[in-house]
């Protein structure tokens, strides 16, 4: 293995047989992807796990002026669906258009696929090798299916086992000692800091590397030895007072941070507290990073779309509360009521509001719901703090409505499915958790401490921000879990 930052990495990894390349955050491993696949001769395949992923790997390709004839993109999903779906004799895919553990069943198909050796021309004709990005993200299925792979090309594969933080359920992440580097041997580490390095903080990029080695070797992170750039604030016990605490410290570092972008990194298990700190600070433009497949937004459609009558519209509002700040719903609905009897409460506060109110009782339509919805958007004095779970109901609720068939649960699904092709937009003050905000840069970063939170949570909240960090901690002397 070679740690010397000064190698020429791109022309290693275009050169292995079977190997990997480890990289710490912020060290330029999309940056050697791309120099790589630049220089290797033929047609190279490379995958990662997200479209967000594809979109950042073909930006910095197209930055390096790789003809595009020297490459392909894909997620591992989509490239084993594609393959599977084309010889479904052969994989014994059942399903072609999959949804959650379905996706089980299109990794094994297409291990048995390429393990049947039906594929081997077309591999062979199509591709001279394979780098495989954010290698830690892979389930073991996937890690098969890559295996299989490089039974016929040249692989080799990047990623950081100190970033594995995703949970997949009844998937196995892979086991980097056990399962990767027996059959991708360690080639080659990524240590120069060139995140850090770039923005010219050098002194924040030294301390991270400090505080990865205390993670390796899962000792506490001592907060007392942090330079100037990273500050800490005291974490109230007691949990009445955290939120206010979390809030002012979000208000104070805003203010420091000017235009840069500002990430809270907050309870990973917990996405109503993360809601409560955004509508908290609604009226400073925060808002929430919702993961792609929102439990929450499920259950408000399926709640809206049981209900009927008043409690359609009361179900409604409880969705636009969950939203957005200033919808008063109390006296919203007191008006609505008054109006049905032929009162006139609340004409001046909610003007044709009511109107749209009083027809959402008594219409079940999904046209009616979105009106109202879009007249509460529009309402002056109202700020969304969960602004991507607001949006991809409204675009549910069209696509609905456009083709009158369905469940509002199958149009949320289509538009999450969207998102996870063409990505997502995330705005210059966010908050999230570190599942939802890895891979993502930011310039300022204030986390949360939990108690739960391992080594590898620590890790990629720390590596988030290029300018400063603030970090709440019950102490100045951090141990995280396993």
Same mark, same amino acid.
């Given at each position: 293995?070679?740690?010397? %930052?000064?190698?020429?990495?791109?022309?290693?990894? &275009?050169?292995? $047989?079977?190997?990997?390349?480890?990289?710490?955050?912020?060290?330029?491993? +999309?940056?050697?992807?791309?120099?790589?696949?630049?220089?290797?001769?033929?047609?190279?395949?490379?995958?990662?796990?997200?479209?967000?992923?594809?979109? &950042?790997?073909? !930006?910095?390709?197209?930055?390096?002026?790789?003809?595009?004839?020297?490459?392909?993109?894909? =997620?591992?999903?989509?490239?084993?669906?594609?393959?599977?779906?084309?010889?479904?004799?052969?994989?014994?895919?059942?399903?072609?258009?999959?949804?959650?553990?379905?996706?089980?069943?299109?990794?094994?198909?297409?291990?048995?696929?390429?393990?049947?050796?039906?594929?081997?021309?077309?591999?062979?004709?199509?591709? !001279?090798?394979?780098?495989?990005?954010?290698?830690?993200?892979?389930?073991?299925?996937?890690?098969?299916?890559?295996?299989?792979?490089?039974?016929?090309?040249?692989?080799?594969?990047?990623?950081?086992?100190?970033?594995?933080?995703?949970?997949?359920?009844?998937? @196995?992440?892979?086991?980097?000692?056990?399962?990767?580097? %027996?059959?991708? /041997?360690?080639?080659? +580490?990524?240590?120069?800091?060139?995140?850090?390095? /770039?923005?010219?903080?050098?002194?924040?990029?030294?301390?991270? !590397?400090?505080?990865?080695? &205390?993670?390796?070797?899962? $000792?506490?992170?001592?907060?007392?030895?942090?330079?100037?750039?990273?500050?800490?604030?005291?974490?109230?016990?007691?949990?009445?007072?955290?939120?206010? @605490?979390?809030?002012? =410290?979000?208000?104070?570092?805003?203010?420091?941070?000017?235009?840069?972008?500002?990430?809270?990194?907050?309870?990973?298990? /917990?996405? /109503?507290?993360? &809601?409560?700190?955004?509508?908290?600070?609604?009226?400073?433009?925060?808002?929430?990073?919702? %993961?792609?497949?929102? @439990?929450?937004?499920?259950?408000?459609?399926?709640?809206?779309?049981?209900?009927?009558?008043? =409690?359609?519209?009361?179900?409604?509002?409880?969705?636009?509360?969950?939203?957005? $700040?200033?919808?008063?719903? !109390?006296?919203?609905?007191?008006?609505?009521?008054?109006?049905?009897?032929?009162?006139?409460?609340?004409?001046?506060?909610?003007?044709?509001?009511?109107? +749209?109110?009083?027809?959402?009782?008594?219409?079940?339509?999904?046209?009616?719901?979105?009106?109202?919805?879009?007249?509460?958007?529009?309402?002056?004095?109202?700020?969304?703090?969960?602004?991507?779970?607001?949006?991809?109901?409204?675009?549910?609720?069209?696509?609905?409505?456009?083709?009158?068939?369905?469940?509002?649960?199958?149009?949320?699904?289509?538009?999450?499915?969207?998102?996870?092709?063409?990505?997502?937009?995330?705005?210059?003050?966010?908050?999230?958790?570190?599942?939802?905000?890895?891979?993502?840069?930011?310039?300022?970063?204030?986390?949360?401490? =939990?108690? @739960?939170?391992?080594?590898?949570?620590?890790?990629?909240?720390? +590596?988030?921000?290029?300018?400063?960090?603030?970090?709440?901690?019950?102490?100045?002397?951090?141990?995280?879990?396993?």
């Amino acid at each position: 293995m070679r740690d010397d %930052p000064e190698a020429d990495i791109a022309a290693i990894a &275009a050169s292995l $047989t079977r190997g990997s390349v480890v990289a710490a955050a912020g060290c330029g491993k +999309t940056e050697q992807i791309a120099r790589a696949t630049k220089i290797a001769g033929g047609r190279r395949l490379i995958l990662t796990h997200t479209h967000a992923g594809v979109d &950042a790997l073909r !930006s910095r390709l197209k930055r390096h002026k790789v003809p595009s004839e020297k490459f392909r993109i894909d =997620t591992i999903a989509g490239w084993c669906l594609r393959y599977s779906a084309s010889f479904p004799v052969r994989s014994g895919l059942l399903c072609n258009a999959p949804k959650d553990e379905e996706w089980n069943a299109v990794y094994e198909a297409a291990s048995k696929l390429i393990k049947s050796g039906a594929v081997n021309g077309v591999l062979a004709s199509s591709y !001279s090798g394979v780098f495989v990005d954010e290698y830690q993200d892979c389930t073991k299925l996937q890690h098969e299916v890559i295996k299989a792979i490089a039974t016929h090309l040249p692989v080799c594969v990047f990623g950081d086992p100190l970033q594995a933080i995703f949970d997949f359920e009844d998937q @196995k992440p892979v086991d980097w000692d056990v399962d990767v580097f %027996p059959i991708f /041997n360690k080639a080659v +580490t990524l240590t120069t800091p060139w995140r850090w390095q /770039n923005a010219g903080n050098g002194v924040l990029a030294n301390w991270l !590397s400090d505080v990865r080695d &205390a993670l390796d070797q899962r $000792t506490i992170i001592d907060l007392t030895r942090r330079p100037t750039c990273v500050s800490w604030e005291r974490l109230p016990d007691d949990p009445r007072f955290r939120l206010s @605490k979390i809030v002012g =410290t979000c208000k104070s570092v805003m203010g420091k941070a000017g235009d840069g972008r500002l990430v809270v990194i907050g309870d990973a298990a /917990n996405i /109503n507290a993360r &809601a409560e700190v955004a509508r908290k600070l609604a009226a400073v433009g925060f808002s929430t990073i919702e %993961p792609v497949g929102c @439990k929450n937004l499920f259950d408000h459609a399926k709640r809206i779309e049981a209900a009927e009558g008043f =409690t359609r519209l009361e179900r409604a509002l409880d969705f636009i509360c969950a939203c957005m $700040t200033g919808a008063d719903k !109390s006296d919203y609905l007191a008006a609505v009521k008054s109006h049905q009897i032929g009162g006139r409460r609340g004409e001046a506060k909610f003007g044709d509001l009511i109107k +749209t109110g009083v027809a959402v009782a008594e219409d079940a339509s999904d046209e009616i719901v979105l009106e109202l919805m879009q007249g509460f958007y529009d309402r002056e004095g109202t700020r969304l703090f969960r602004r991507e779970m607001f949006f991809s109901m409204r675009s549910a609720l069209q696509i609905k409505i456009a083709r009158q068939c369905g469940t509002l649960a199958d149009s949320i699904w289509e538009v999450q499915n969207r998102i996870r092709h063409v990505g997502r937009k995330i705005g210059k003050r966010s908050i999230g958790s570190t599942l939802l905000v890895k891979g993502l840069e930011f310039d300022h970063a204030v986390i949360v401490h =939990t108690a @739960k939170m391992t080594r590898k949570d620590w890790y990629v909240a720390l +590596t988030r921000a290029t300018t400063s960090i603030t970090i709440l901690s019950p102490s100045e002397l951090v141990l995280p879990t396993a």
